[in-house]
C-alpha cells in the first residue's frame, strides 16, 4: 500500500517547456516533504524539500507547490533542459521516508 | 566528498544461496536504511536502524536480515536468495535528530538471483 502516490510514471517534455509532476499524500503526520533526483547507475538525490507550513518553494528553475488542504504537492521545472532528464520522487518524512513511484522525465532537445 | 558506499554494484547469485550486501557512510550517521527499488513501485523500505545493534523492520522484511554491528556500517542479509528478490537495493543514512537534511544515498547494488 503506497503512502504517496506520484503520478505520472513518465513525462515528456520539450526542451524549455515545463515538466509538472504530482503526489497525494494521506497520512497527515508527514512533516517534510522532499524530492529527490536519479539519474540512471546513481542513487536518488536530493534536489528541493518542503515544510508544510510553507506553500511555496522555488530553488533556481524548480518549484515546490504544497496545498496542505488537498494533501497534494507538486515539482514544476521551468525551462526544462535535456540534462533535467532523470527519474523523479516525491517523498514524504514522518519517522521515516515514504516515497512515491517515480516519473521518468524525458526532455527532448 | 561525504558518501555513503556500497560494496557491490552487480551481484549475480543462484536462489538458495546466502547474500550479503554491505553499506558505509562516513558521516557519523545515526539512522541507516535499506530499500528495494523496483519499476512502478518507487523505493520500498526493507529494514531500518536508528542505532549500533538496533534494527527496526520496514514494510517488506520478509527474506530478508540486517546486522549494524558499527555505526557506520549496515549489512542487508538475504538468507536464502529467490528470484523475485532480483532488485536494486538502495542504502541510505541520515541524522537522527536533522531528518530534514534528507536521506544520503549510495549508488546502489543491481542483484540478479538465478
Known amino acids: 500500500q503506497q503512502q504517496v502516490k506520484q503520478s505520472p510514471q513518465s513525462l515528456i517534455v520539450q526542451k524549455g517547456g515545463i515538466s509538472i509532476i504530482n503526489c497525494a499524500y494521506e497520512?497527515?503526520?508527514?512533516?517534510?516533504f522532499p524530492w529527490y533526483q536519479q539519474f540512471p547507475g546513481k542513487g536518488p538525490a536530493l534536489l528541493i524539500a518542503?515544510?508544510?507550513?510553507?506553500s511555496e518553494k522555488k530553488e533556481g528553475r524548480f518549484t515546490i507547490s504544497f496545498n496542505k488542504s488537498a494533501k497534494q504537492f507538486s515539482l514544476h521545472i521551468m525551462d526544462s533542459q535535456p540534462g533535467d532528464s532523470a527519474t523523479y520522487f516525491c517523498?514524504?518524512?514522518?519517522?521515516?521516508?515514504?516515497f512515491g513511484a517515480g516519473t521518468r522525465l524525458t526532455v527532448k532537445p | 566528498d561525504v558518501k555513503v558506499t556500497q560494496s557491490s554494484r552487480y551481484l549475480v547469485k543462484r536462489t538458495g544461496e546466502k547474500v550479503f550486501l554491505e553499506c558505509v557512510q562516513d558521516?557519523?550517521?545515526?539512522?541507516m536504511f535499506w530499500y528495494r527499488q523496483d519499476p512502478g513501485l518507487g523505493l520500498r523500505l526493507i529494514y531500518f536502524?536508528?542505532?549500533?545493534?538496533?534494527?527496526e523492520k520496514g514494510d517488506i522484511p520478509e527474506g530478508y536480515s540486517v546486522s549494524r554491528e558499527k555505526k557506520e556500517r549496515f549489512s542487508l542479509i538475504l538468507e536464502s536468495a529467490s528470484t523475485n528478490q532480483t532488485s536494486m537495493y538502495l542504502c541510505?543514512?541520515?541524522?537522527?535528530?536533522?531528518?530534514?537534511?534528507?536521506?544520503?544515498f549510495g549508488s546502489g547494488t543491481r542483484l540478479t538471483v538465478v
Open positions: 518542503i515544510r508544510p507550513d510553507v
Open positions: 558521516m557519523d550517521h545515526e539512522n
Open positions: 536502524s536508528y542505532d549500533v545493534k538496533m534494527k
Open positions: 541510505a543514512s541520515s541524522f537522527r535528530n536533522r531528518p530534514n537534511y534528507g536521506y544520503t
Open positions: 517523498a514524504a518524512l514522518y519517522n521515516d521516508m515514504r
Open positions: 497520512n497527515t503526520a508527514f512533516d517534510y
